[in-house]
């Protein structure tokens, strides 16, 4: 392992490599037997299990519950919805037939044509469909709303060029599926669980994200608004993090989901979706993480402590034993997840650059020479600094270091994104800046066109128009026209 | 609601009936646009969900770890182990394509018979192939066995005949992966695994349940030994709860994953797998509801102790809230769930009716008359009794009711299996057993041939050779041959 660290690109070196490299060899994920689909590792899994647990928190603390619908989705209902069925039916994985059979030649078994489905059903790449085909059941009167549900679902979208938590055919992820009485109480909702996003990424995952609104091109395929929370990586792209979909009527009207409202009128029902997924797995490794390895916020860190014992005998290992003892006890009296390495067949520098590589946030060592002193040498992962600390009190030394790590590590996120954030007058500024890196706020004349045409020559997309911030008019940099604020360009993920 | 409620057919008059009238109305469950696929409704999920929770926390407890493994499964895959690919390759939903278009005649999508797959994919039955081959990576020595995993996920099964939570076409489950070094190892694995199981099932779902191992015929595809825990649902039928596997080599050699052991040789991997399923729900709603709705276990219920109002008056109404506040303050500290209704829309006769339906335990029901009196009406969901209490410590006496119910509903089921295993010492015993509901103790030959010739002439099945209980030797009902010792038979969900 320690050799292998050695081996990890820097990011300076191939930025792209770099991410690919350390995704395998910190155990996060790896590339299974099925084309675009990953198989996310016990370690990987385990920040992804945290970062569920504290979200479906959030939602029920947003008055939201649980559901779980069909994996499979007819057809016919993609087509529905005519904006939708453009975004999503076009990649997606059908199932046409049920049944298996024994090759009569004996080499395997083959498809039974006999057990061909009179209509193909489509593994989920989101499941607006089949949720308000449902809810056209739940909802006959405004007594029946609001409905606020949630559901953590795997959904497939067969992508032609895969990144390992960036972009699979499958990934695991949650759809908030809300209807409403009136459009105002959705347009909230909408905003609500963005806000919900925007506190997690910035709370837990110490990322710092810019929220915004998606211009028609970039939106969900049947939105009328897609909000969504954008986030800077090292390299200056953009990752979108999470969005929020108000979706009006659409999914009502190609549904037929209609309700009596208050006046005792039948009416359309208002809606929303909204999701992160474990892209954000992408976004936690590519924000934080540096040349030795992950760098995790100890808020999702699976592992926050690892002790590793330094001895030359049996004897010095019992005595540090003892004493690290209640040590872990402290440290779990105070919620904290600690390890104590005592393994014997791995060496103490083989062990501090695994947990490096790991991103575990401290490590404590400790040996003979440290119970006499009554020290312990402490390094925080962050900024890979080390001191000693006398053990008096080292329970609530961590657990301040913790809180300080965490904090330090997003004031860190949100100096390198402000300071690559950069105002473009002029197209050839744009493009400079652009090629450069990082994002670049710009007036743009509000159509497609001009969006489109930028993209081909730039690359850099409208990540969003920002909710907060400079609302001054001035003039589109491509086309001269009037625009009514500056947006949001960057290459992305 | 309260009308609905009167409506449930009761057990006596159709206990099938009741059973799909009951998960519809006490909102569990509903039929999808999609054959043989449910929708779990927020209730159903809730408790699915306190479920996991639990399982969760017992597997990590015993070392086990989470992950992911991808929903496709080549279909070369099912045919590497020869006993699986009978038991799973042919009722399965097969993906063929990776594309739609839209119709020439505008009519909607259509298949596109250009984005053919080359090697067809399967939808997960279950994940021992995909699961194995990814191993094969992770093992070269015995230093990186065991691997101890666990996967939630969703898996698919084409059912022709389907019953809410019982056999659905798509089903959640976890389903636990490990890998040995020893045989031993895996066989202590599988019946650890299955003690979990029994211990979940006793002591959180309240249901009772036999452990065995399961004959041959019965036994897993790919399995050398099943492990099952069997419970026995109101009308005397047996409900297969759980399964854990002890697999021997046979997926490591289908898979070819090797490992050289302490001695330095290479030799095959040891494995089992282990699972349980949203079907769960179907053996703890069948358990021990009753002909007024669900009864559900404190341990699991989402909701434990429900408070209504009665009242004239707003004033009346102000009193009540007021003292009912502390009420739930002193339940909630306690860790219990609870929810004060004051839904002005709905009359207490009502709502007492709608919680008795969703099963929650405890109701406390509190008007001026009762503080005045300072005491509260309260009624136990499983027997239906209601007293009056003092509201004096009345939080610690719910608290203690609902573990008097937890208790009492266990017992209640245990004493009705109890009484419903009756010992058959000719044929003709046995078919009026089997006739008359419960499990049947009988001997049998241990051949496959009279398992099949039983079943086809009584509908019952062989539900385990249990662990514990008499082991004296016999002779087979059916063909009077010699027998080892009594196996548990009945007619099955």
């Not at 699979?168 to 949650?174: D, K, P, S, Y």
């Not at 669980?193 to 969900?220: C, H, Q, S």
């Amino acid at each position: 392992m320690a050799k292998e660290l050695k081996d990890l690109t820097k990011r300076s070196e191939n930025y792209s490599q770099w991410y690919n490299e350390l995704v395998v060899k910190a155990d996060l994920a790896e590339q299974s037997a099925v084309r675009g689909c990953m198989v996310i590792k016990p370690y990987g899994y385990a920040i992804w299990e945290k970062m569920q647990r504290q979200l479906d928190t959030m939602f029920k603390e947003t008055g939201h519950v649980n559901a779980y619908f069909p994996l499979l989705i007819p057809k016919s209902f993609l087509s529905r919805e005519a904006d939708h069925v453009e975004g999503f039916a076009k990649e997606c994985a059908v199932v046409t037939h049920y049944r298996l059979k024994n090759a009569e030649d004996g080499s395997g078994v083959v498809v039974d044509p006999e057990a061909r489905l009179d209509e193909e059903l489509i593994i989920r790449p989101t499941s607006e469909t089949i949720i308000w085909n449902t809810y056209k059941n739940w909802i006959q009167s405004y007594r029946d709303l609001p409905i606020l549900c949630n559901q953590w679902a795997n959904v497939f979208r067969w992508e032609m060029r895969t990144r390992m938590f960036l972009r699979t055919a499958e990934f695991l992820w949650q759809e908030g599926h809300t209807a409403h009485a009136t459009k105002e109480e959705a347009m909230e909702e909408a905003v609500k669980m963005l806000n919900v996003y925007a506190d997690f990424a910035e709370k837990y995952m110490a990322v710092p994200v810019i929220k915004g609104v998606k211009t028609a091109n970039e939106r969900f395929a049947g939105a009328l608004d897609t909000f969504t929370i954008e986030a800077m990586m090292q390299d200056g792209k953009a990752l979108q993090a999470g969005t929020s979909h108000f979706l009006g009527q659409n999914f009502a009207k190609a549904f037929d989901v209609q309700f009596i409202n208050k006046e005792n009128k039948l009416e359309y029902v208002w809606a929303t979706s909204w999701g992160v997924s474990t892209r954000l797995m992408g976004a936690l490794i590519m924000t934080h993480s540096d040349d030795n390895g992950l760098v995790l916020p100890p808020h999702l860190a699976p592992l926050q402590v690892v002790i590793i014992p330094i001895y030359k005998n049996a004897e010095q290992l019992a005595a540090v034993s003892e004493r690290v003892k209640s040590i872990v006890d402290g440290l779990k009296k105070r919620g904290i997840s600690v390890k104590f390495d005592d393994a014997d067949n791995k060496r103490p520098g083989f062990k501090f650059a695994d947990y490096e590589l790991k991103g575990v946030p401290v490590r404590l060592a400790i040996g003979a020479r440290d119970l006499e002193n009554n020290t312990v040498e402490i390094m925080r992962r962050d900024t890979l600094e080390k001191h000693s600390q006398s053990l008096d009190g080292i329970e609530d030394y961590v657990a301040n270091l913790l809180e300080d790590i965490q904090n330090n590590i997003y004031a860190k996120a949100l100096s390198y994104r402000d300071s690559h954030i950069r105002v473009a007058n002029s197209y050839d500024e744009f493009k400079q800046y652009i090629e450069e890196g990082g994002f670049v706020l710009a007036h743009w004349d509000g159509t497609t066109e001009t969006e489109v045409r930028v993209k081909e020559e730039t690359k850099a997309t409208i990540r969003c128009i920002p909710l907060d911030g400079d609302t001054t008019p001035g003039t589109c940099i491509f086309t001269g026209k009037p625009s009514a604020r500056r947006v949001i360009f960057a290459r992305n993920y």
